[in-house]
Each structure stands twice: as structure tokens, then as C-alpha cells.
């Protein structure tokens, strides 16, 4: 079946420029998480959505950063007056579970790479 | 802080060579410990380890979760060049996933 896929695959923008990366997750899945990766690090969290509900936004590193997820499936994620230290890969994953305390294997999208000039 | 720990940062070995890839993590939270492969794309599941001493095997890829010593081992026999890659492992905290930095593996032929 269809995994979860992310657009665009590379995004290159001036400083100063508003972008928007989006996420189809697999069809079904009730949770859906935002990450950033640094070159040579592992992710890091963002955000995260049960269903249309943002339960937490801790990790979006200023107000910038915006995530919505309105009608529960699709998500889009929003960076404002874009900075060179916002280049990283963006990745999308998604699982099935309801119940956020059993944390099952999450499936990744292939994530967008923003380049900020 | 929740932090999780892998080492080695990297690894070349030879082709045919056995590899042991090691993750510790703090006990916070803890639900389960997951391992990914990550090539040029994004991280592809391998093994979710909730139980400790009972190995998980997938081929040639194996991996088994000590909870007394909070720690986690992959081990990859045989490798092949196929399996050079940056492996992560996370701990399950709730709903989130709290990620290593990942050791760099790679195999030369």
C-alpha cells in the first residue's frame, strides 16, 4: 500500500521567504509527527497530532513554526520569515495507534530537504 | 534531559565482517526501544523491543534489549555493502520517540 509521502522532496528558499512543506500519512493512521534532522544527527521532534488535535508543539524551536492537521489526515507544516538555520530535512511519520502510550513503529516519509540561502 | 546514546559514532569494517552497534537510553518513560536503517531516504523500521533478553531476528540483522542495564545492542553478521547506512535507535516515551544521533556504518568490499 501507499506509505507516507511528503512535497516537495527539496525546497530551496531566500532568507526571509515563508514555506510550506506537507505530509499524506498512511491512510488510517491516527498520529502524525513532524521531525527535523540536522546532516549527521538524528531527528528531532517537533510536533505531534492525534487525529486533527495538536496534543504537543513542544519541540517547534520558535513562533515561526506552524503545524495544522484540520481535517485529520493530511498536515502541513508552516515556517514563517524562513533562516539559514532552519536548512535540514523535514520528516514526516505516522502510526496507527490510538492510545499514545503504546508508541508503535512509526513510518517515515522520504522528507523534504529546505536549503535557506 | 531524556537522552538516548549510541556508539559508535561510526564504523568502517570489511565486507563479511560482524558489526555490534550499541544504544543506551535513559529510564524515564520507557516503553520500548526501536531500531531504524537509514539510508539517502527516511529511517525504515527494523525491530521494536519491549522485553528484555528475548532477540529479535530479522536475517542477518539481530537485536536484543537489556532493561537492568538500560541498553540495547544490533549486531549485522556478514555485512554486506548493501548494508552500509546510518542506524538509529529511539526509546518510546508515550507518544513521542526520543532519537540517538545514529552510528554510521560502513562496509568496504
Known amino acids: 500500500g501507499a506509505g507516507v509521502s511528503q512535497s516537495p522532496r527539496y525546497k530551496v528558499a531566500k532568507r526571509g521567504q515563508d514555506v510550506a512543506l506537507r505530509c499524506d500519512p498512511i491512510?488510517?493512521?491516527?498520529?502524525l509527527f513532524w521531525y527535523q534532522q540536522a546532516l549527521g544527527q538524528g531527528p528531532e521532534f517537533l510536533t505531534y497530532?492525534?487525529?486533527?488535535?495538536?496534543?504537543?508543539k513542544s519541540g517547534l524551536p520558535s513562533d515561526r513554526f506552524f503545524a495544522e492537521r484540520p481535517e485529520g489526515s493530511v498536515s502541513t507544516l508552516k515556517i514563517q520569515r524562513t533562516q539559514q538555520e532552519d536548512s535540514a530535512v523535514y520528516l514526516c511519520?505516522?502510526?496507527?495507534?490510538?492510545?499514545?502510550?503504546?508508541?508503535?513503529?512509526?513510518?517515515f516519509g522520504p522528507g523534504t530537504r529546505l536549503t535557506v540561502t | 534531559e531524556d537522552k538516548v546514546v549510541q556508539s559508535p559514532l561510526s564504523l568502517v569494517v570489511h565486507e563479511g565482517d560482524t558489526v555490534t552497534l550499541n544504544c543506551s537510553y535513559e529510564v524515564t518513560n520507557f516503553r520500548s526501544l526501536l531500531w531504524y536503517k537509514q539510508e539517502k531516504k527516511a529511517p525504515t523500521f527494523l525491530f521494536m523491543l519491549?522485553?528484555s533478553g528475548i532477540e529479535k531476528k530479522s536475517g542477518r540483522l539481530s537485536s536484543i534489549l537489556d532493561k537492568k542495564e538500560l541498553s540495547s545492542i544490533l549486531n549485522i553478521t556478514a555485512t554486506q555493502t548493501g548494508d552500509s547506512a546510518i542506524y538509529l535507535c529511539a526509546k518510546s516515551s508515550n507518544y513521542q520517540l526520543i532519537w540517538g544521533a545514529g552510528t554510521k556504518l560502513i562496509i568496504k568490499p
Open positions: 491512510s488510517g493512521h491516527v498520529s
Open positions: 497530532f492525534q487525529n486533527e488535535a495538536q496534543l504537543d
Open positions: 519491549t522485553s
Open positions: 511519520a505516522s502510526s496507527l495507534p490510538r492510545d499514545g502510550a503504546n508508541s508503535y513503529e512509526q513510518y
